[in-house]
């Protein structure tokens, strides 16, 4: 008897800013990926935009991202746009979101099944497979784990081990060194996934933001709508980009504060 598949969802976290045609992209590569395993059927994925609090430079406003990021993907009949991590006050921890969403989509999955799933998602095994939510980003996402104050290490492990990545190469980049170098990501290898994308595309939101603010065109690199949306509304001017100068990334600031542990603990 042929195994079933396990239903995957895709989550993608950042500042979308804007959403580019790449970003969108990364879905559908990770999602021909995943049915290429044999394990997975992709069911859906959701683009998480981070909020104000994140307090990165030239970020504009919540309300336009998601705004933009829904005119994007209203061509798309997969991949939804979520709003709960740009309305926290606070800029919230990646796997504080992967926790909220998965909880979201096992309450779903016994309300549609009729199953209870216990808190790894585990269910009888006589019941349809318990859906999986991964992280779906770029080859530097997994760099950032090697910068110091960035992450916490049971988040990494947490990441890594309970949910998994799946991760789209771009460039030049080597996932599979970033990988290699980390113990934790290591130890979790067999649930990260390294998709290679064939045909490079190197667009960055950083180099649209540089085009608009230049008064250069930036069609075919992103939506049409999406040009639209940012002319309408003026955004990405020089005044735009000094938001936030000066002020330090609120996962460094939020690390800082961290009680130290001390040598008995």
């Not at 950032?144 to 947490?158: A, G, N, Q």
Request: with cysteine.
């Amino acid at each position: 008897m042929a195994t079933r598949r396990v239903p995957l969802l895709l989550l993608a976290c950042g500042s979308f800013n804007p959403i580019t045609n790449q970003h969108m992209r990364l879905f559908e590569l990770a999602r021909d990926h995943m049915h290429s395993t044999g394990q997975y059927q992709v069911v859906g994925g959701i683009v998480s935009p981070v909020s104000d609090g994140y307090g990165k430079r030239g970020l504009v406003l919540a309300q336009h991202r998601i705004a933009m990021a829904k005119l994007a993907l209203q061509s798309s009949d997969w991949v939804t746009v979520d709003e709960w991590e740009s309305q926290q006050p606070d800029w919230t921890e990646t796997v504080v979101t992967m926790r909220y969403h998965y909880g979201r989509i096992l309450k779903e999955h016994e309300q549609s099944t009729g199953t209870h799933s216990d808190s790894s998602g585990n269910t009888s095994p006589l019941s349809s497979p318990c859906p999986q939510l991964k992280l779906l980003c770029g080859a530097d996402f997994l760099d950032t784990f090697k910068i110091p104050d960035l992450w916490l290490d049971d988040h990494v492990e947490e990441v890594a081990g309970r949910f998994g990545l799946v991760c789209v190469s771009r460039g030049g980049l080597q996932p599979e060194r970033a990988v290699h170098e980390s113990d934790t990501l290591s130890r979790h290898s067999q649930n990260i996934f390294l998709v290679r994308e064939w045909v490079r595309n190197e667009t960055s939101a950083t180099e649209i933001r540089r085009a608009l603010r230049r008064d250069q065109s930036v069609k075919y690199l992103i939506p049409d709508s999406v040009i639209e949306y940012i002319h309408q509304h003026n955004l990405y001017t020089e005044d735009s980009e000094r938001r936030n100068k000066g002020t330090v990334l609120r996962p460094l600031a939020k690390q800082a504060q961290q009680p130290v542990k001390s040598l008995d603990d």
